[in-house]
C-alpha cells in the first residue's frame, strides 16, 4: 500500500528567501504530481512528474525526482507572497495518494 | 462541461440522514474519483471508477458509503445513516485513462453533519 509523507508540514517564508518542500513514498510509484489548494478552494494540477530525473520548472517553483530515492522535491526560488497555499504530493496507486500537505506562509 | 462539476457546493443535514453527493466529470473522462478531505488533512481517497464499475472501492470507510455509476459519467455518493464524523469536503476528479493519468478535481461539497 503507498504512503506518501511530506514535510514540513508548516513552513514560513520571508519574501525573496528559498526554500525546499520534501515528499517521500513508500513503494513504487510510476508517476509523482503536485498540486496547490488555496483556502477553501479545490486542487489545483501543477506538476506531473513521469519519470526517475525528471525535473519541471514553472515561475518560482520547480519540482524533481528521484525513483530511486522514492523523494519527489518542490523547489521555490525567491518566495513571494502569491505562493502562499498548501502544496501537495501525490503518488499513483490505483489512484492518486496523497501526502497531509505542506503549508506555505509567506511573510514581508 | 469545461471542469468537474459537483453538486451540492454545501449540505447541512441532521446525524442520522440519508445523502447524496453529485459529481458531473469533464466530457470523455473514463476515470472518477471520491475523495473525502478534513481540515488539514491531504485528500483521502474513497472509491474509483473505470467506465461503469468500481474498480478500487478499498478506501471506502464502512457500509454506510456507497457511490454509482450507472452510465459511465455522472456519479452519486451516497451516504446513509450520517454521522458527526463524515462531516468534511467531499471532492471528485475525473481523468482521462487509466488511475495514473492526470486527475482534475472539482470544487467539492462541503458536508456537515449536525
Known amino acids: 500500500e503507498l504512503k506518501v509523507e511530506q514535510n514540513p508540514l508548516f513552513l514560513s517564508m520571508q519574501e525573496g528567501k528559498n526554500y525546499t518542500i520534501y515528499c517521500n513514498y513508500s513503494?513504487?510509484?510510476?508517476?509523482l504530481y503536485w498540486y496547490r489548494q488555496d483556502p477553501g478552494k479545490s486542487l489545483e494540477s501543477l506538476f506531473v512528474l513521469l519519470s526517475n530525473g525528471a525535473v519541471k520548472q514553472e515561475g518560482r517553483l520547480m519540482a524533481s525526482l528521484d525513483t530511486k530515492a522514492r523523494l519527489s522535491t518542490l523547489h521555490i526560488t525567491a518566495a513571494v507572497h502569491d505562493l502562499s497555499a498548501t502544496y501537495f504530493c501525490?503518488?499513483?496507486?490505483?489512484?492518486?495518494?496523497f501526502g497531509k500537505g505542506t503549508t506555505l506562509s509567506v511573510s514581508s | 462541461g469545461a471542469g468537474v462539476s459537483q453538486t451540492p457546493s454545501n449540505k447541512v443535514t441532521e446525524k442520522g440522514k440519508y445523502v447524496e453527493l453529485r459529481c458531473d466529470p469533464i466530457s470523455g473522462h473514463t476515470a472518477l474519483y471520491w475523495y473525502r478531505q478534513s481540515l488539514g488533512q491531504g485528500p483521502e481517497f474513497l472509491i474509483y471508477f473505470q467506465g461503469t464499475g468500481a474498480a478500487d472501492d478499498s478506501g471506502l470507510p464502512n457500509d454506510r458509503f456507497f457511490a454509482v455509476r450507472p452510465e459511465g459519467s455522472v456519479s452519486t455518493l451516497k451516504i446513509q445513516r450520517t454521522e458527526r464524523g463524515d462531516s468534511a469536503v467531499y471532492l471528485c476528479?475525473?481523468?482521462f485513462g487509466t488511475g495514473q493519468a492526470e486527475a482534475f478535481f472539482g470544487q467539492g461539497t462541503r458536508l456537515t453533519v449536525v
Open positions: 476528479a475525473s481523468s
Open positions: 501525490a503518488g499513483t496507486g490505483t489512484a492518486l495518494i
Open positions: 513503494t513504487t510509484s510510476d508517476r
